[in-house]
C-alpha cells in the first residue's frame, strides 16, 4: 500500500494561513501569544537555554527535536500558554493543530532536598530570575535527574496531528517554544512544576537588609522595593501619626527653649496689651 502525504506548504503560506486563523481565534476571546525568535538563538538567558539543553540531554527526543527547533525559529508556534503543571500551544503546520502538555508536579521531597542544598546561596529573588546564580546553584537547579527542569516520564504529550509518534515535530516546537518563553518569564518554569521560588532564597538576607534600613536613622527601606528584591511581602508596623509633644513636670523632659525671635514676639505682643500710663495731676 502506497503512503499519502500531504503536499509541502511553503513557510510564508503556511504563516499566512495561521495568521487567519489566530485572528479568528482572537475575536472568540482568545489571548493569543505567539513566540517570536530573533536570530537562530531559540533561548538567550539561564533560564530559557538551561530548559532547551535540558531537552537535548534525552535520547527520547534526539529524533524530532531538529524538526522543533525549525518550526519554532519559522514562527510556527502561533500561540503558548504556560500554567501550573500545563503547557498549550497552537503550531502551523499544514493545518493549525493544537499541543497539550501535562507536566508533573516536582515531587514535595525532590523539592526539599534542591532546597537544602541550595539554602543561604541565593540572596534575592531577582538574583534567582536573572540567573545571576554560583556554579554550584546552577548545577543544582539543572541537574538533569534532580533539578527543576522535567524528564521524559513527568511529561504527557498530545497534539491533534495524525502524526503517531509520541512527540511529534509540533510538540517539538512547543517544548522549544516554552524555553524562548522562560527569557521573558523565567517564573513560568517554577508555577509550571508547582513550586514558590521565593523558598529558595535565603532569610537571613532578607532579615539583613531590613536590618540595616531599620539601623539608619531618618531612612526607611520601601515596602515595595524589599518586595521586588526579595519576591515576597513585608508588612512594617506603622506608629499612629501624634501631635506634638507636651512637656509634663513627671515626663523628666526638660522644655525646649524658644527662639529669640519668638522671645521678642511674645514681649511684644505683652506690652501691646498692657494698658497706657495716666498723666500725674500737678
Same mark, same amino acid.
Given at each position: ?18 495568521? !487567519? ?102 540572596? /534575592? ?59 521573558? /518569564? ?66 523628666? !523632659? ?29
Amino acid at each position: 500500500m502506497a503512503w499519502s502525504w500531504a503536499p509541502y506548504i511553503p513557510v510564508a503560506q503556511r504563516r499566512a494561513q495561521a495568521a !487567519r486563523e489566530m485572528a479568528r481565534l482572537e475575536r472568540k476571546g482568545l489571548k493569543v501569544q505567539p513566540v517570536r525568535i530573533a536570530g537562530r538563538r531559540i533561548a538567550q538567558t539561564f533560564w530559557g537555554e538551561g530548559w532547551c539543553r535540558h531537552l537535548e540531554k534525552f535520547s527520547d527526543f534526539e529524533n524530532r527535536l531538529p524538526r522543533g527547533r525549525t518550526y519554532v525559529r519559522s514562527g510556527a508556534v502561533c500561540h503558548l500558554e504556560i500554567g501550573s503543571g500545563q503547557i498549550s500551544g497552537k503550531v502551523s503546520g499544514s493545518e493549525l493543530y493544537d499541543v497539550r502538555l501535562k507536566i508533573r508536579a516536582l515531587p514535595a521531597d525532590k523539592w526539599a532536598r534542591l532546597k537544602s542544598r541550595c539554602v543561604g546561596q541565593v540572596s /534575592s529573588a531577582l538574583e534567582l530570575l536573572q540567573g545571576r546564580l554560583s556554579d554550584r546553584v546552577m548545577s543544582v537547579v539543572t541537574d538533569r535527574d534532580q533539578g527543576l527542569f522535567p524528564g521524559p516520564r513527568e511529561m504527557t504529550m498530545s497534539c491533534s496531528c495524525p502524526d503517531w509518534a509520541t512527540m511529534c515535530k509540533h510538540v517539538a516546537a512547543v517544548l522549544y517554544g516554552v524555553g524562548a518563553r522562560l527569557d521573558e /518569564s523565567p517564573e513560568l518554569l517554577f508555577l509550571l512544576r508547582g513550586v514558590d521560588y521565593n523558598q529558595l532564597v535565603s532569610r537571613a538576607s532578607v532579615r539583613a537588609v531590613v536590618g540595616r534600613a531599620a539601623s539608619r536613622p531618618g531612612r526607611r527601606l520601601r515596602e515595595d522595593v524589599i518586595g521586588e528584591v526579595f519576591g515576597i511581602d513585608v508588612t512594617q508596623s506603622r506608629q499612629p501619626a501624634e501631635g506634638p509633644t507636651v512637656p509634663s513636670a513627671r515626663s523628666g !523632659r526638660r522644655p525646649v527653649a524658644p527662639s529669640r525671635a519668638a522671645a521678642k514676639a511674645s514681649q511684644s505682643a505683652a506690652h501691646a496689651r498692657r494698658p497706657g500710663k495716666r498723666s500725674r495731676r500737678r
